[in-house]
């Protein structure tokens, strides 16, 4: 109780800063560019996260951000599988498959080129799941390297994990699916090929008959970059707050596969951009850091870079927010490490509550999936939070802008300037 009355005093003598009018025009037109073709879904396809990244940096100058030092880049560099052409037909005389619609292949798949034959011991399906000695006999006697695997419910997907995962080791898979692809970013190239077809797409392979794939890839070493600015603080304290967000996505699956993450996060780029505006007009007493992470896909590799050759004292971080997932809102907000830093999410909650922004935020513990997470690892009092909604496009080719609502874009925004203005009184 006493805490939630000094957060009223705090949001009552800055309600100047907090009652501001904000509006999605600027986030529109920055979620709208970053999703545009020009960037290829920032990716690896063409380069596209480098050329994400030059207009992220274009935007922080010209929004007010300073440099920290001579630039606004910080160099790294990895190894990431680019898929740079895929085709698949279930048989001679069907059509070429829509890839990202009707099919995804493995987004560690190498080079292939040929057609392939399956015999109908070839074909798993759920009967043959239960029976464990059927099953063994299937794969022991079966001269192939290719399966194909029929649909499945997540019911039995976890029943029968031991044996699909056997499957997906040891051969080269087919498998039919009734849920929406979900792709990813591989750093390896692997040595198996696993093609998910959707079932109601009704292109089904036939036993006997060949099929017909394609892909051509490269695995090669990428030079990325974290964009970090800022803006000067006017009280002379030494501590920092720090906003971030990741800019990179998946990129494409060939040239007509594109996954162009509007909500995964061109919308939290956007905002930190935004908030970059804001902060330039209303100067903070803290410094304020806004970093732009790459490789958060390839497995929040810039974060972890930007943790381990830092461009401001880590120490003096009095706490990082991590904005990830904030294109819809209905529904609310989760925060992660809510149950480590108590203390500074009982403030969040207290000023959502008492400006009614979003419906609810709920409390979530440490989660190791976005770029908050190197920070926490080294005690750094860091929230990730992400929004809800009924739009369930994740890692798909159907995140686009397009879709995106932003139902909850402008109380997010609201909040995150009144969280970290009550931090800067203490």
């Known amino acids: 109780m006493h805490l939630k009355i000094f957060v009223v005093i705090c949001l009552l003598l800055s309600q100047h800063i907090i009652a501001f009018s904000q509006d999605t025009s600027y986030a529109r037109t920055s ?9 290829h879904g920032r990716g690896y396809y063409k380069n596209g996260a480098v050329k994400a990244g030059n207009y992220i940096a274009s935007e922080m100058r010209k929004n007010g951000a300073e440099k920290i030092g ?3 880049f910080q160099h790294f560099s990895f190894p990431v599988n680019i898929v740079k052409q895929v085709k698949f037909k279930p048989s001679e ?3 070429w498959l829509r890839p990202g619609i009707d099919y995804v292949v493995n987004a560690g798949a190498q080079n292939f080129s040929g057609s392939i034959l399956v015999t109908q011991k070839c074909f798993i399906n759920e009967t043959l799941l239960k029976d464990s000695m059927a099953f063994e006999s299937s794969i022991s006697q079966n001269n192939t390297t290719w399966f194909v695997i029929d649909t499945l419910s997540a019911i039995s997907k976890n029943k029968y994990k031991k044996r699909l995962n056997y499957i997906h080791q040891k051969f080269n898979t087919v498998t039919y699916t009734n849920t929406k692809f979900t792709w990813t970013v591989n750093t390896e190239q692997e040595d198996r090929f696993h093609v998910e077809i959707q079932k109601n797409s009704g292109k089904m392979i036939q036993p006997n008959q060949p099929f017909f794939l394609g892909i051509k890839s490269q695995l090669k070493t990428t030079f990325q970059n974290n964009i970090v600015g800022m803006i000067p603080g006017t009280s002379g304290s030494d501590s920092f707050l720090v906003f971030t967000a ?7 699956m060939g040239p007509k596969a594109v996954f162009r993450g509007a909500n995964d996060n061109a919308a939290g780029v956007a905002m930190l951009l935004d908030l970059i505006r804001f902060y330039h007009k209303n100067k903070p007493k803290y410094t304020i850091i806004f970093i732009a992470f790459a490789g958060e896909e390839a497995g929040l590799i810039g974060s972890y870079y930007y943790s381990t050759k830092p461009l401001h004292p880590l120490t003096k971080t009095r706490f990082l927010l991590n904005l990830d997932l904030v294109g819809t ?3 609310g907000m989760t925060v992660v490490n809510a149950s480590i830093f108590t203390r500074d999410f009982n ?3 207290s000023i959502n509550q008492l400006k009614q922004y979003l419906p609810s935020i709920t409390k979530r513990g440490k989660a190791s999936i976005s770029d908050h997470h190197y920070f926490t690892e080294k005690g750094i009092p860091s929230f990730f939070w992400y929004q809800s909604g009924p739009r369930s496009s994740y890692h798909d080719v159907f995140d686009v802008p397009e879709t995106l609502t932003l139902a909850g874009y402008n109380a997010t925004f609201k909040l995150a300037v009144g969280f970290f203005q009550y931090l800067q009184m203490q």
């Open 70 to 72: 001579n630039s606004y």
């Open 246 to 252: 990741h800019y990179d996505h998946l990129g494409q």
């Open 93 to 95: 005389k069907a059509e």
């Open 329 to 331: 809102g209905e529904t």
């Open 347 to 349: 403030v969040l909650d």
């Open 31 to 39: 979620i709208n560019k970053l999703c545009s073709d020009a960037y």
